[in-house]
């Protein structure tokens, strides 16, 4: 059996990277191993092979990545296969260099969550294929603002599957702007945890609500350039913004796993309704 002992992502160059790996010590005979690299830029989904390398080779330098946006994150996952055989390692970003009171205060940051946070999904907006419906290649814009094949991104599929965390949502300031209709703009803050790691434009589902908030900034808390925690603003969606179609997945796994505890609420599971907000079951009781 193959297993992989570390993988390492590392930034070389403004339009590189190197992937690095280590195989943990193993009595199978790896003249025949070849290795896989898959990239995506969503933690979860959407792999895509770019290269593949023979043992005994433990690295490759990624000069293809889509670097252009400052915000976009990019992860790997490497493949072992050997003798018909395939042995995946886990999914890896960019590293960081954790110090130990970056890590105690990521660790603080996920417990405040579980007392202080509700359940939210967190839609990372796609990057490729444009939309063959709406996008305008001589134009260069969207022509739509009710696309469902991208949700108005631009980008085929609009968004990735949604990933379940737990957020902190300040109380919304109530306004009333009388204008030719009644306009009430609603902008608030919030505070997640590192992963996923969001953008601009990404969007927040608030599954006991049924609200829906698209991310305008964020503001990153670091430790010596090392993520502790997000936190950022963004306005809530009116009931005929077209991202209210994105659909909800059938099943939900919680990226914060609660430690049990009779001081902890419970854990639960979400599971997607067409007619209405996710059913909330609970795992234990």
């Not at 490497?78 to 009171?101: C, E, H, K, M």
């Not at 030719?180 to 601009?200: E, N």
Request: glycine share 4%; with cysteine.
């Amino acid at each position: 059996m193959i297993r992989f002992d570390a993988l390492n992502v590392y930034q070389v160059s403004p339009a590189a990277r190197i992937v690095h790996w280590l195989l943990a010590p193993t009595n199978e005979d790896l003249t025949d191993l070849t290795v896989k690299i898959f990239r995506s830029y969503s933690p979860d989904q959407d792999f895509e092979e770019v290269a593949s390398v023979d043992y005994p080779t433990t690295y490759f330098r990624d000069a293809e990545v889509n670097v252009t946006s400052f915000w976009r994150e990019v992860y790997y996952r490497v493949t072992a296969v050997i003798q018909g055989q395939a042995y995946d390692s886990s999914v890896q970003g960019l590293n960081p260099a954790f110090a130990a009171i970056a890590k105690e205060m990521i660790r603080r940051t996920d417990i405040l969550l579980r007392f202080a946070g509700v359940p939210a999904m967190v839609y990372l907006r796609r990057h490729g294929e444009r939309c063959p419906v709406c996008w305008d290649s001589v134009l260069q814009k969207v022509t739509s603002s009710k696309c469902l094949t991208c949700f108005s991104t631009s980008y085929m599929g609009g968004y990735y599957d949604p990933i379940l965390t737990l957020i902190n949502i300040v109380p919304e300031r109530k306004i009333d702007q009388p204008d030719v209709v009644l306009r009430q703009p609603t902008q608030t803050s919030f505070k997640m945890g590192t992963y996923p790691i969001i953008r601009p434009a990404d969007l927040v589902y608030e599954v006991n609500q049924g609200a829906r908030y698209r991310i305008d900034d964020i503001m990153p808390a670091e430790i010596e350039r090392v993520t502790t925690a997000q936190d950022f603003t963004a306005t809530r969606l009116v009931a005929s913004d077209i991202s209210h179609m994105i659909p909800i997945p059938d099943k939900l796994v919680p990226a914060i796993i609660p430690v049990r505890s009779h001081r902890i609420r419970k854990r639960y599971q979400y599971v997607g309704k067409e007619d209405g907000p996710p059913e909330r079951i609970p795992l234990w009781r």
